[in-house]
């Protein structure tokens, strides 16, 4: 049986928009990878040499490979970081249109500290990618199949990964609840199989939100300078404040099944197995991540073998 193969972008597509907790403006542009390469940011902002033995050394200092150890930060989102101290900011929402579409290798350049917020779903970013689609490459995709269960608590909160059922069973799927005491949102419950389709169909649109009585204070703290009702649900004492309201009932849960396949992309690959979460957040999401690169022997590194109907994409 034939294996799928790694992917890239099939030309680089740019977009701009407004910084969540900058406020300012972001020029962001999408570049294909070389097979193996993963995603890799870059603060093309920070680059300010001219000759090109110097930007080669350059690149590298702003560059960083999107994984679980480069997380920094999970306050309002995922920070990554390098090395050399170079960062970026809300990187969730672009990483899980990249798992949504099964895109490996991508350089993303940034103008700035932080990945545009856009809409605060990941739909604008599968738009973006659908401007020019991908091909394959030469190298087989990998898949971690999960063998053995992985845990990460905090107080009630908890995540976990453990195996499917049935050994044949290539699936992933996400089971996520949510409890909040304002009744706008209350306790609400996702349940799905995480491939293509339900990702488009059912999770990219789902935006990020905050209680309106949280907005000043992480204001005074220099943080959300750009949030508005364009890029996130604001909920006030059990109603939406949104002109317009929700795009669908079960938004909130959704977006934190968004967030959840976005932090755990950081891992490179898809998962094969059951994933349950109660109450997660950035901190939970990126600690699962870590916890299951650092425990080898609970996972198998398997090829994910190309379906009878494959393929749509272009070849290398």
């Known amino acids: 049986m034939s294996s799928i193969r790694e992917t890239t972008l099939l030309a680089s597509v740019s977009c701009e928009g407004i910084g969540l907790h900058t406020g300012r403006t972001v020029k962001m542009r999408l570049a294909p990878a070389p097979a193996g390469t993963g995603i890799v940011f870059r603060r093309i902002d920070l680059l300010t040499c001219d000759s090109l033995s110097a930007q080669s050394s350059s690149l590298i200092q702003i560059s960083i490979k999107a994984h679980p150890d480069a997380v920094r930060e999970t306050q309002l989102g995922t920070t ?3 090395v ?9 929402h672009l990483m899980a249109a990249f798992a949504g579409v099964g895109l490996d290798n991508v350089f993303v350049e940034v103008e700035g500290p932080e990945i545009p917020i856009m809409d605060g779903s990941s739909e604008p970013f599968l738009r973006l990618i659908d401007q020019t689609g991908l091909r394959q490459l030469s190298k ?9 269960r992985v845990t990460v608590e905090d107080g009630d909160r908890w995540a976990m990964i453990v195996p499917n059922k049935s050994p044949g069973d290539d699936s992933c799927e996400i089971d996520i609840l949510v409890d ?3 009744p706008a949102i209350g306790r609400q419950r996702a349940r799905f199989i995480a491939d293509p389709a339900t990702f488009r169909d059912d999770v990219a649109a789902a935006r ?6 949280d907005v000043e204070a992480m204001r005074a703290r220099g943080l959300a300078l750009g949030g508005s009702y364009d890029n996130a649900i604001v909920v006030n004492d059990g109603k939406v404040e949104n002109e317009g309201g929700l795009r669908f009932d079960d938004e909130f849960v959704y977006h934190k099944a968004l967030d959840l396949i976005g932090d755990l992309y950081l891992i490179g690959c898809p998962l094969i197995g ?9 901190d939970l999401n ?5 916890a299951i690169v650092r425990n080898p022997q609970a996972f198998a590194v398997v090829s994910l073998p190309e379906p009878a109907n494959e393929s749509m ?3 290398a």
């Open 80 to 82: 990554l970081a390098n």
């Open 84 to 92: 050399h101290g170079v960062s970026i900011s809300t990187t969730e």
């Open 140 to 148: 087989p995709r990998r898949a971690l199949r999960i063998i053995e």
């Open 180 to 182: 909040y005491a304002d």
């Open 208 to 213: 990020t939100f905050c209680h309106l009585k």
């Open 274 to 282: 059951r994933i349950s979460a109660y109450k997660p957040g950035h």
């Open 286 to 290: 990126t600690q699962l991540a870590r």
């Open 313 to 315: 994409l272009a070849e």
